[in-house]
């Protein structure tokens, strides 16, 4: 380096001369690559120093050429350790970190704040509420660094319905067992909706474990999720991987919990669209199939779009026989074979909604108050609504029941609100139906009214004045044979206004409707079992309502019977009815689990039943079941399965 350099004077342009003093390097300037003169400093030798400076200038070191050794000036050793203070460096290395360590914040909160925007396109993108919930969770826990995130769903009665979780095994999660309900410090937030950030979550007072084969957990983040200012759940991190959640993870969460409130309102929105169009399909379909005469049963009809429409496992539609019982007259799904049982009003869900009028549920808080078992429903049913169908003056035609299995989510009260609006439709279709069926049968009966009065205004008439002049051509005719062969003519003319009368009376008469087959033995079964407490199931197969009347008869004769005997003598607690019309052979069951027939003193009911059974060509046999009980079989022949009733 210049030993020494001259600088025009400001006065007159002579020379100064400002000479070097000799520096010393510390060692970590040297050892870093810094220039001489950065870290050291540099003496103004021509001033002399000053009294008093921390390092005083030497004299005699004017011009001091400097040693071609040491590149020192050759005075005392002492001069070689010269040095220069390390404070203008430190504070500047300490501002650069400083800027450097806010530069490297800026970067992770702009690489964050994109991470959030990635986790609400994810969220808004879609539009089935559990796909949003999935990406709701993945999206929090990638965005907080989490091992395990969860969003519990909560239900009307304040737990957790469902609960949505990424992060475990499967294994794990089998191996865990059940969901959790909203106990412990998930409840905190059910209770207490606002954010809550642990350390260690099992410091907490509110902490009630984890239950065997649950991994371990330590800090905790939960954030609860609005809808519309309603809480719709909670969402839930646990074990972040830098140790502890952080008040900027608590504020990334919250906002993407926002975030979500606006995406589930909109799936919300077009489940509800789409329950909608399900219920409109349902109506138009029954509406138009109903007025089209369509060969499917209408109660078939209606508890099949019923069933549809609800997104239920099963439906069925029950219909009062007396003032204590009811029979189930159409079923779906899963209540398909329950179709003809016959149960009590007091005792079943359908009999409370066609006492009360109104709906009733079973196993659904969200459906409403008026939770209860029943006993018409068979086991393994979940969440249940059943409403009235009206009819006609206000009056309840029977009870239109959905239900699911017990692993499907309960019914919500759209759809119950859905359900009473489809049943009020499907009563205003019937009685149309109905009103349009009373009306052809009117103009019916109008047509025949006018063909009676032509027939006895004019057919009688002309027909009675020829045989008035038949009458009077008698006394004319002399020859026996002309004569009888008219008098045979006034006969057929007097027969021909007997029948013309006999069919005007026909005409004008009301025939009284005759109570079907079925509808007779339903009367019997409730007639015979109404105060007992004996359960019955019926099953009917086949043509049953256009048999002869007199098998008719003989049927219904026969199980008043064989019903009468199960009561008085067999201590059951059931009964099954079973009757079949199949290749021109009606077969009738019954069927208890009583004590059985034993050896009856007196055999005249069933020599009754068999005498009964002969008349058509059939028998009667009496077994045991498996299990114990009685079975009792009767068969009747018949000459065609669809032969008229016989003229009474």
């Known amino acids: 380096m210049p030993k020494s350099f001259r600088q025009n004077s400001p006065s007159g342009g002579r020379s100064s001369s400002r000479r070097l003093s000799s520096v010393t390097l510390p060692a970590n300037a040297a050892s870093a690559g810094r220039p001489a003169g950065v870290d050291g400093g540099v003496r103004d030798v021509a001033g002399g120093g000053t009294a008093g400076s921390e390092h005083p200038v030497r004299a005699g070191v004017v011009d001091g050429a400097l040693d071609a050794e040491s590149g020192f000036p050759p005075t005392a050793e002492a001069d070689r350790d010269l040095s220069f203070p390390d404070a203008p460096r430190l504070a500047l290395e300490q501002l650069i970190g400083q800027l450097t360590d806010r530069a490297?914040?800026?970067?992770?909160?702009?690489?964050?704040?994109?991470?959030?925007?990635?986790?609400?396109?994810?969220?808004?993108?879609?539009?089935?509420?559990?796909?949003?919930?999935?990406?709701?969770?993945?999206?929090?826990?990638?965005?907080?660094?989490?091992?395990?995130?969860?969003?519990?769903?909560?239900?009307?009665?304040?737990?957790?319905?469902?609960?949505?979780?990424?992060?475990?095994?499967?294994?794990?999660?089998?191996?865990?067992?059940?969901?959790?309900?909203?106990?412990?410090?998930?409840?905190?937030?059910?209770?207490?909706?606002?954010?809550?950030?642990?350390?260690?979550?099992?410091?907490?007072?509110?902490?009630?474990?984890?239950?065997?084969?649950?991994?371990?957990?330590?800090?905790?983040?939960?954030?609860?999720?609005?809808v519309r200012g309603q809480v719709f759940g909670n969402l839930y991190l646990t074990d972040s991987t830098h140790g502890e959640f952080t008040d900027d993870d608590e504020q990334l969460v919250t906002a993407l919990a926002g975030t979500a409130g606006v995406a589930i309102a909109n799936a919300r929105l077009y489940e509800q669209t789409l329950e909608q169009r399900r219920w409109l399909d349902a109506s138009s379909e029954l509406t138009q199939a109903l007025l089209a005469h369509s060969a499917e049963p209408p109660l078939e009809l209606l508890v099949r779009l019923a069933m549809h429409a609800a997104s239920a496992d099963m439906a069925m539609f029950s219909a009062p026989i007396s003032g204590h019982a009811g029979r189930v007259d159409s079923a779906a799904g899963m209540l398909v074979d329950r179709v003809g049982q016959i149960f009590r009003l007091d005792q079943s869900l359908a009999g409370r909604v066609i006492r009360s009028g109104t709906a009733a549920s079973v196993g659904d808080n969200a459906a409403g108050s008026g939770n209860d078992t029943a006993d018409d429903l068979p086991d393994g049913?979940?969440?249940?609504?059943?409403?009235?169908?009206?009819?006609?003056?206000?009056?309840?035609?029977?009870?239109?029941?959905?239900?699911?299995?017990?692993?499907?989510?309960?019914?919500?009260?759209?759809?119950?609100?859905?359900?009473?609006?489809?049943?009020?439709?499907?009563?205003?279709?019937?009685?149309?139906?109905?009103?349009?069926?009373?009306?052809?049968?009117?103009?019916?009966?109008?047509?025949?009214?006018?063909?009676?009065?032509?027939?006895?205004?004019?057919?009688?008439?002309?027909?009675?004045?020829?045989?008035?002049?038949?009458?009077?051509?008698?006394?004319?005719?002399?020859?026996?044979?002309?004569?009888?062969?008219?008098?045979?003519?006034?006969?057929?003319?007097?027969?021909?206004?007997r029948t013309i009368r006999d069919t005007i009376y026909q005409l004008n008469s009301r025939p009284e409707k005759r109570p079907t087959l079925t509808s007779r033995l339903i009367a019997i079964l409730t007639e015979q079992t109404d105060t007992t407490g004996l359960a019955v199931a019926t099953e009917f197969g086949g043509h049953l309502d256009q048999l002869p009347t007199a098998l008719d008869d003989d049927i219904v004769a026969v199980l008043r019977e064989s019903v009468s005997n199960t009561v008085r003598n067999a201590g059951a607690s059931t009964v099954t009815v079973k009757l079949t019309n199949l290749d021109k052979v009606l077969t009738l069951e019954v069927t208890d689990n009583g004590v059985g027939i034993g050896h009856p003193t007196r055999s005249s009911g069933l020599a009754n039943m068999r005498h009964r059974a002969e008349n058509h060509a059939g028998v009667l046999r009496h077994s045991t079941p498996t299990g114990g009980g009685t079975r009792l079989t009767w068969t009747a022949h018949h000459p065609h399965p669809n032969a008229p009733h016989e003229a009474a």
């Open 381 to 497: 049913v979940g969440a249940v609504i059943g409403v009235p169908l009206p009819g006609p003056d206000a009056t309840v035609r029977g009870a239109l029941v959905v239900a699911h299995t017990g692993s499907r989510a309960h019914f919500t009260q759209s759809d119950r609100d859905q359900l009473i609006r489809f049943a009020v439709h499907a009563g205003a279709v019937l009685d149309l139906e109905r009103a349009r069926e009373d009306h052809a049968t009117l103009l019916q009966i109008e047509d025949h009214d006018r063909i009676a009065a032509d027939l006895h205004d004019h057919v009688i008439q002309e027909l009675f004045a020829t045989g008035m002049g038949l009458q009077g051509m008698l006394s004319q005719l002399k020859q026996p044979a002309q004569r009888a062969r008219v008098l045979r003519y006034i006969d057929t003319l007097d027969d021909t206004i």
């Open 104 to 226: 490297q914040g800026v970067l992770a909160a702009q690489g964050r704040l994109r991470g959030l925007l990635r986790a609400n396109a994810a969220v808004v993108e879609e539009l089935s509420l559990p796909v949003v919930l999935r990406h709701v969770v993945e999206g929090a826990r990638e965005l907080v660094h989490a091992r395990y995130g969860a969003v519990g769903v909560i239900g009307p009665d304040g737990d957790l319905e469902q609960f949505i979780h990424v992060g475990m095994d499967d294994d794990v999660v089998d191996r865990i067992g059940d969901l959790p309900t909203g106990q412990g410090i998930l409840g905190l937030l059910i209770k207490h909706p606002d954010p809550v950030r642990l350390t260690d979550l099992h410091t907490h007072p509110a902490a009630v474990g984890f239950p065997d084969g649950h991994p371990p957990m330590a800090s905790f983040l939960g954030v609860p999720i609005r």
